[in-house]
Structures are given as structure tokens and as C-alpha cells.
């Protein structure tokens, strides 16, 4: 449904870029005709450079990114441009998307390219989805269950990290960039506003209810804080390490009210419990106005049945070491096979080879298994894969290539320690029984999945920066499509069938909670990246008009929040879901003819 739903964007982005005029750079009114070549290309690089100074002034006051004006140039031009221009260079990422588009194949077959990026772009939403979801989120989950935090601690830390992993990654790696800093903003501004209205709305429709009164303000309150914030330092054009801190320092604030709100819900609720004589024990439904203050942490992925106490084995059975790697590593388990639809088993062929590469690379541990998911063969596997993985994924595995001493490569002695390391738990551990310090393998798990959603991210980013160079769209309207819907959308669906369930104000505090984690965290942690790579204050793009339609469009819809469902006595039933739905699809309207030229100033 996701790459669904991303596909049918594409599209429609496309066809609206046909409508203005996107044959321009391909016609014949080249701004510069080519001249004759000389055999070491000094003429081409001369045309290009001239065209470069002609037309950089015009681009400046719109996009500081140079890149763009690439569709200017001729067709046979393209590549030597991007070549020798340094905005058009993708240092973090695996891939020259912009290099790929246009030196792989001939000027002609630029389409074909474009399109295998695009399909590429979909199965990296895959990855980032079924990483999160089937590995990230376990491990993080596992963590706080050793550690023993609190419900209210892990679900706005650990669990908030793991249901928004794929926003928090894009956008710290987009605000990473300077010229990707607007895919982010665009991202966590339209992620907003289509949880916020999409969702809730969605939410509202499905099962009508009445929210709890005291979280949901405290969490629209809090949201609005750190879109104001945003939209102060997006004017201002810069971000300095203090005001940074300062987007980590309010999650913090957030985060102990949170537990403080929670304390003192508890605390009137044991009061008035002693207060009064009962013969049994109360447990609150998730209907009460005050307990959404712990639903919140509760993850909104979909609820699956557990078979394993209803297929455990009358006898205990010893199996080999090489039946127990081989039975980890096959992803498809026949018992959900057979009752399944036969679209289910074609995707889930399609994305086997995928699951197998993460089950070798990623060790996770389930505390809700006797054995907490113990695998002796595939964990000691892990201790040599998951550390290769590390130093061949971060940065592109630029640090993994480093030679010590122009001799001995970094990749190599990780190999030998990750070996080391395995034959010693081999040897000293049991296939029936987890060592002591099994507990140490979910932070391997939790360090691994991370770095395979951020280089996922990066693609992602990267891809997103291409197509917006290609189609002479802006990163802002990537980030609030194509970006927000790729991320948001599966996790949307979630919240949806939660509600269905029987539990809508879970699904609105996990949509809430997760998207004030996702702006402040990503935003406070990408510029901070950015500031240790290059300078002690961050300078933003020029924030166009669309960046203000996102920002008023957010606020907004914040504000007919605040006011509405109190004024409804906090019940959000049909009609106000509908409101919701058309808020959205006006947004969108305006959005897309702003960046298109109809809506200008």
C-alpha cells in the first residue's frame, strides 16, 4: 500500500510539471549552443563554465544550489556538468544519483534512468518501513525492558525513536546537507499536517470518540512550540548551537511532563482508591480521559496473534546447530503462509531477500520468548556481520576503507575482531540456554538497524535531490509528498486499525507524540551534525513561498485543534474527521500551485 500510494504521487507530481512546461531544458531553444569539441574536452568544459556565470544569478535569489540550472544547459552538456560542478556531488550517499541520470545511459535514455530510480526509491521506503518495523523496534523495546524504564519513559523515548525512525533519519540527514535542508523541513512540516488532519481525521470517521482532555492539550500545546520555533529560525535564516540545544532541551521539558502528568494521574487514582471500599482490583480501560497518558507509549504497529504458546511441542527436542541457523534465517513462517491471500506471499517473496540479508546483519532479542529469541549459531554470526556492516554502511563506508599505516585496511581487522569474538561465544555458550549477557546483543541489534535506516535515509535523500533537480521541483514539495507520505503512510494505516480496534485515543497520542519527537529530534540532532562538520552557526536556504504556506498551513491546522475540539467538548466524531480530510485536500491544492506558479507574490 505504501509504494502504492508513493507511486500514484509520482504521477501526479509529473503530471502537473508536463502542465507548466517541463520539456523546456529538452527543446530546441538551448540557452547555449554547443560548440565543436577538441579531443580533451577543454571546449565543453569552457561552454559549460560559461553558462554557469550566465545564468547563476538568476537561480541565486531562488535555490543557492548551483545543481540546479543543470536542465538549462543542452542535453549533451548535462553530464559534464555535473561532473565538474560541486553541488552537484553526493559525497554521503553510495550513488551519483545526478551522475547516474545523466552519464549512464545516452541523453536519449535519461527516462529510462529516472524511472529505475524511481522504483529504486520505492523498495528504499520498503527498507526503511520493514527495518524499523521488524527489527529497530524490537531491540529498542528490548532495551527498556532491561533497563525497566516506565512505561511513560520508554514510550516517549525509546518507543517514539523506534514508531518515527524513518522521519527522524530522513530529516537528520536531510538538515545534514545545506542543500537538502528544505526535503526536511518540507518532510516534518507535511508529516504534520497530514497526521494531524489525514489521520486524525481518518481516525475520527472510523470510530467517532471523545479524547482525553488533558494530554491532548499538553501535546498540541507542545507541538505548537516547536513549529514556532521552527518558523522564528526559518525567518531568521539561521540556527545557532545554543538554539539547537535548545530543541533538545524541550523534548527534555517534554518528557518530564509527561512522566510528572502521568505521577499525578497515578497518584489521584491510588487516592481515590483507598478512599473507597472495592472487592477487586481496577484496571483502567483506555476509554478513561486520563489514561492516554500512557497509551501514548504503547507502539501503534499493527497487533499480531502469538502462536507460540499454541504450538509448543509436548516434548522438549534438541535440534542441530545448522537446522537452528537455517530455521532463523527463513523468514516466511508456514503457519502465517498458508492462511494468507496470495498478494501477501507475492510481496513477501519480493521483499525475502531483503529479510534474509537483515536477519544475518541484525541480532534481535525478544524478552517476551523463554528463550529471548537465543539463536547460538545466527547471534555468534552476528557478532562478525553486524560490526562489518557498520564500518562498510556509515558515511558509504568511507572510514572502512581506511588503511592503517597504508597497510591493513579497517574493514579487514573488524573482520578478524568480529571473528575473534564469535568463536569465543561459540565455545563458551550453549544452543539451549542465552548467556548472561544475551541483553547486550539488543544493543547490537538497536546500533545496527540504525545505521541501516540512516544509509537507507541517505539514498532516500539523495534520490529526492535528484528528482527535484530533474523536474525543477523544489525541495520543499518532495519533502511534504513524496518524503512525508513514504515515511507516514504505513504508520498512518496502523493508527487507522488501532482505532478500528477499538482504541482511537491510542492511535491519536501515538500520532501526537510521534511527530513533536520527530521535529525536535531531527531537527536539533541534523543541525547539530551539521555544525560539527562545518561551521558553529547553521545557515538556511532562503525560505520561499511555499516553505510559508507549509508553516501557516501547520500552525493553522494546530490552531483549529486548540479551539474546536474543546469547543466540542473534546468528542471528535464525523463531521469534524470530514473537516479535517477537506483541510487537508485545500492545503494540498494550494501547495502545489504555489510551486507551480499560479499562487505568487
Known sequence: MKSRVVFI?????????????????????????????SSDGADLRSSVSTMVGTHIAMFHQENTDKCAIVMNLSAVDRCAFVKTTPDCSMEDSFINYLKMTFCLLPPDLTPLTITLCIIWLLFLFIVLGLTASKFFCPNLSAISSTLRLTHNVAGVT??????????????????????????????????GIFVTTVVAGAVSLVKPFTVASRPFLRDVIFYMAAVFW????????????????????????????????????????????????????????????????????????????????????????????????????????????????????????????????????????????????????LNCLHLTTAPLVCVLTFRSGEYGMYRIEDQFPVWALTLLFGLFLSAIVFLTTTNNHPPPYHSLFSLLGFVVSAIWISAAALEVVSILH?????????NNLLGLTLLAWGNSIGDSFSDVTIARQGYPQMAISACFGGIIFNMLIGVGIGCLMQMFNNEPVVTFEPAGLLTWVLAGSLGLSLALSFIQVPLRCFHMGRSYGIFLLLFYAVFLLVALLTEFGFIHT
Request: charged fraction near 15%; proline fraction near 5%; glycine fraction near 6%.
Open 9 to 37: 504521487s509520482m504521477l501526479l507530481l509529473l503530471c502537473f510539471q508536463c502542465i507548466y512546461g517541463l520539456g523546456s531544458g529538452e527543446s530546441g531553444t538551448a540557452v547555449v549552443p554547443s560548440p565543436d569539441r
Open 158 to 191: 525509546f518507543l517514539a525513536l523506534g514508531n518515527g525512525a524513518p522521519d527522524v533519519f530522513s530529516a537528520t540527514v536531510a538538515f545534514s546537507r545545506p542543500h537538502t535542508a528544505g526535503l526536511a523541513i518540507g518532510a516534518l512540516f507535511g508529516a
Open 230 to 377: 521552527t518558523v522564528v529560525i526559518l525567518y531568521r535564516g539561521t540556527i545557532s548551537l545554543g538554539e539547537t540545544l535548545g530543541y533538545l532541551g524541550l523534548y527534555v521539558v517534554y518528557v518530564i511532563t509527561v512522566i510528572a502528568s502521568a505521577y499525578i494521574y497515578s497518584h489521584q487514582k491510588h487516592s481515590a482508591t483507598r478512599s473507597s471500599i472495592q472487592t477487586s482490583t481496577h484496571v483502567p480501560e483506555f476509554q478513561s480521559s486520563e489514561s492516554d497518558d500512557e497509551a501514548i507509549l504503547i507502539s501503534n504497529s499493527s497487533i499480531q496473534e502469538d502462536y507460540d504458546s499454541e504450538y509448543c511441542p509436548l516434548l522438549p527436542y534438541c535440534e542441530s546447530t545448522s537446522s537452528i541457523l537455517l530455521s532463523s534465517l527463513n523468514p516466511v513462517d508456514s503457519r502465517i503462509w498458508r492462511r494468507k491471500s496470495w498478494r501477501w506471499r507475492a510481496i513477501k517473496i519480493l521483499k525475502m531477500p531483503l529479510e534474509v540479508l537483515l536477519l544475518l546483519t541484525v541480532p534481535v532479542v525478544d524478552p517476551d520468548k523463554e528463550d529471548r529469541n537465543w539463536r547460538r549459531p
Open 466 to 474: 535528484m528528482l527535484g533537480v530533474v523536474f525543477s521541483l523544489s
